[in-house]
């Protein structure tokens, strides 16, 4: 496949990359990191305005109605800014699954208004003891109403409703409603917060497409994946800054041909990753035969270089990678966070694993 990015593309690329630079420098990113929710209205005010809360959605809904390609280009941008902040979980998590299993009536009640910049939403999947395979679900609603608790929910605190992943399908619960219990928890991403979620007979609203939801998660695993990717090139950007002014023994350490092995095979994996990301987005968005296994292998590739990535960084950064004042470490962090969210590498390697099984049964019956 020939694959180059058209010039409107390429001008939203450039067009985020220096709204990012200006709206939330490090300093910014740092002050959020220290607050409950990370969540700022002024800087959400600007992302609305700049049309990225609705960048995927129907103009319907009062979004853009942009592609998926565009939805990754963006969110590689915001990875390379290290964007605190429910944007993924609200757009590219929650606002993904809605667009896919919410009726007309149901995209106007909950994703007009995320367009429009006035609501923030999140997407709750796990439970005790149940990995990422929908198929272990074990939450169900009784007459419209959800009783249970949701692990590690992406930015809950700053949600106004969140989805409901259960075994009868997806249900939208506003997040202050009677019977819902937020409880912020311990994350390695200070920059995306985590929460448990309780539900004791909170009112529900059932999705009409339950359907909807495995796409959705498509969606939002390439679009981390993209993120993933955004973080990789600024660390590796970070990375050969540092290599070039660094001295050590009269000489700047970049000069020394086991650093430029490292950054070499950093520059690698970050292209590498970044050709998976933007394949199994063109995939999703044509409907591609391959689509889901593109997802996997991009989802897998980004999560293991994302962690080789940054170990190489702070190796080559040597005691400095591990202080405060450097950026390196929030960005380590955040792709040990993404790393496990929405599966691992090991998760989307058994899942390769099935698809292509499941699409040449004759490999099974020769073993």
Request: glycine share 8%; hydrophobic share 45%; charged share 20%.
């Given at each position: 496949m020939q694959f180059g990015l058209s010039e409107s593309q390429k001008m939203l690329q450039d067009n985020a990359r220096k709204f990012f630079a200006g709206e939330c420098p490090m300093a910014e990113v740092r002050r959020l990191m220290e607050t409950a929710t990370g969540y700022d209205a002024a800087l959400w005010a600007k992302l609305t305005e700049q049309g990225y809360t609705g960048i995927i959605f129907p103009e319907e809904c009062d979004g853009v109605g942009l592609g998926l390609v565009e939805l990754i280009l963006l969110m590689e941008?915001?990875?390379?800014?290290?964007?605190?902040?429910?944007?993924?979980?609200?757009?590219?998590?929650?606002?993904?699954?809605?667009?896919?299993?919410?009726?007309?009536?149901?995209?106007?009640?909950?994703?007009?208004?995320?367009?429009?910049?006035?609501?923030?939403?999140?997407?709750?999947?796990?439970?005790d003891g149940v990995s990422w395979d929908l198929a272990g679900l074990r939450m169900a609603a009784a007459h419209g109403r959800l009783t249970g608790e949701k692990l590690f929910v992406c930015d809950a605190p700053a949600a106004d409703f969140i989805l409901v992943a259960a075994r009868d399908g997806v249900h939208a619960v506003e997040a202050r409603a009677p019977g819902v219990s937020i409880h912020p928890a311990a994350g390695m991403d200070g920059t995306r917060k985590l929460a448990s979620v309780r539900f004791h007979d909170a009112p529900a609203e059932k999705l009409s497409n339950s359907a909807g939801l495995a796409r959705g998660l498509e969606i939002a695993t390439v679009a981390l994946a993209a993120e993933l990717v955004g973080g990789m090139q600024r660390t590796l950007d970070l990375t050969v800054e540092y290599a070039k002014t660094r001295k050590q023994f009269g000489k700047p350490i970049g000069s020394f041909q086991a650093v430029q092995h490292h950054c070499a095979d950093m520059y690698l994996e970050t292209e590498s990753a970044r050709s998976a990301a933007y394949y199994a987005a063109w995939a999703l968005a044509e409907h591609a035969p391959d689509a889901e296994t593109a997802v996997s292998i991009a989802k897998m590739y980004s999560s293991d270089a994302a962690r080789t990535v940054g170990n190489r960084a702070i190796q080559v950064h040597g005691g400095m990678g591990f202080t405060w004042e450097s950026d390196v470490h929030l960005y380590y962090r955040r792709a040990k966070a993404s790393e496990t969210a929405l599966g691992d590498a090991t998760f989307h390697r058994e899942r390769i694993a099935r698809l292509v099984i499941d699409a040449h049964p004759a490999l099974t019956q020769s073993a």
């Amino acid at each position: 496949m020939q694959f180059g990015l058209s010039e409107s593309q390429k001008m939203l690329q450039d067009n985020a990359r220096k709204f990012f630079a200006g709206e939330c420098p490090m300093a910014e990113v740092r002050r959020l990191m220290e607050t409950a929710t990370g969540y700022d209205a002024a800087l959400w005010a600007k992302l609305t305005e700049q049309g990225y809360t609705g960048i995927i959605f129907p103009e319907e809904c009062d979004g853009v109605g942009l592609g998926l390609v565009e939805l990754i280009l963006l969110m590689e941008e915001a990875g390379r800014a290290l964007l605190p902040g429910p944007f993924f979980s609200t757009v590219a998590l929650a606002g993904a699954v809605l667009n896919e299993a919410g009726s007309p009536e149901q995209k106007q009640r909950y994703l007009a208004p995320i367009c429009r910049g006035q609501a923030r939403a999140t997407l709750a999947v796990l439970e005790d003891g149940v990995s990422w395979d929908l198929a272990g679900l074990r939450m169900a609603a009784a007459h419209g109403r959800l009783t249970g608790e949701k692990l590690f929910v992406c930015d809950a605190p700053a949600a106004d409703f969140i989805l409901v992943a259960a075994r009868d399908g997806v249900h939208a619960v506003e997040a202050r409603a009677p019977g819902v219990s937020i409880h912020p928890a311990a994350g390695m991403d200070g920059t995306r917060k985590l929460a448990s979620v309780r539900f004791h007979d909170a009112p529900a609203e059932k999705l009409s497409n339950s359907a909807g939801l495995a796409r959705g998660l498509e969606i939002a695993t390439v679009a981390l994946a993209a993120e993933l990717v955004g973080g990789m090139q600024r660390t590796l950007d970070l990375t050969v800054e540092y290599a070039k002014t660094r001295k050590q023994f009269g000489k700047p350490i970049g000069s020394f041909q086991a650093v430029q092995h490292h950054c070499a095979d950093m520059y690698l994996e970050t292209e590498s990753a970044r050709s998976a990301a933007y394949y199994a987005a063109w995939a999703l968005a044509e409907h591609a035969p391959d689509a889901e296994t593109a997802v996997s292998i991009a989802k897998m590739y980004s999560s293991d270089a994302a962690r080789t990535v940054g170990n190489r960084a702070i190796q080559v950064h040597g005691g400095m990678g591990f202080t405060w004042e450097s950026d390196v470490h929030l960005y380590y962090r955040r792709a040990k966070a993404s790393e496990t969210a929405l599966g691992d590498a090991t998760f989307h390697r058994e899942r390769i694993a099935r698809l292509v099984i499941d699409a040449h049964p004759a490999l099974t019956q020769s073993a």
